[in-house]
């Protein structure tokens, strides 16, 4: 509960967009450690708190993190994505945001989910690959026939209903 209030407190003190924009805009350490700052407050964030992170911005510059070669940042990077994917998707199944998840569009309009696909298939960490998958099936394909599977090269194999397929 104490966290709550903690970060009830950044919010109110309007903390959010300086730290948003200097993760936009920053050199590479400083992103790195607003990207931190931020990503611990939505991990610990309730429903209302999250909705607030999402409408503030956050999505594009996580996004954008989801092209690093940073294992430590792509773990993070994908743990807030979810976090807030999953808010979006409960909005979505409630009729707050009628028959969307709003930021799952913010994500999709950022190239988020080409980068999702991109980590499936992420050669050098496994668990990268799991969560990536895990946050495609859960919030965009669920909605879509789709189906991940190997071929016989040991790549991933996307496959959008009968009709085509994405292969990393």
């Not at 998840?101 to 080409?114: F, S, T």
């Not at 099936?137 to 090269?153: A, C, G, L, N, R």
Request: hydrophobic share 35%; proline share 1%.
């Amino acid at each position: 509960m104490r966290n709550m209030y903690n970060i009830q407190g950044i919010i109110e003190a309007d903390l959010i967009k300086p730290l948003i924009n200097l993760l936009q805009q920053a050199d590479h350490r400083i992103k790195q450690e607003a990207a931190f700052a931020i990503g611990s407050a939505i991990c610990k964030a309730d429903d209302d708190q999250l909705r607030y992170f999402g409408n503030q911005g956050c999505v594009r510059p996580f996004s954008n993190l989801l092209a690093s070669d940073n294992r430590e940042v792509l773990h993070y990077s994908l743990r807030v994505v979810e976090k807030i994917l999953k808010v979006g998707h409960a909005d979505k199944k409630s009729g707050k945001t009628g028959d969307e998840n709003v930021y799952l569009e913010m994500l999709r309009n950022a190239g988020g989910i080409c980068k999702l696909l991109h980590l499936t298939d992420h050669a050098r960490d496994e668990d990268i690959q799991e969560r990536a998958k895990k946050v495609i099936q859960t919030y965009y394909w669920m909605e879509q026939e789709m189906v991940f599977s190997k071929d016989d090269e040991g790549g991933t194999n996307a496959s959008y209903g009968s009709n085509s397929s994405w292969r990393s």
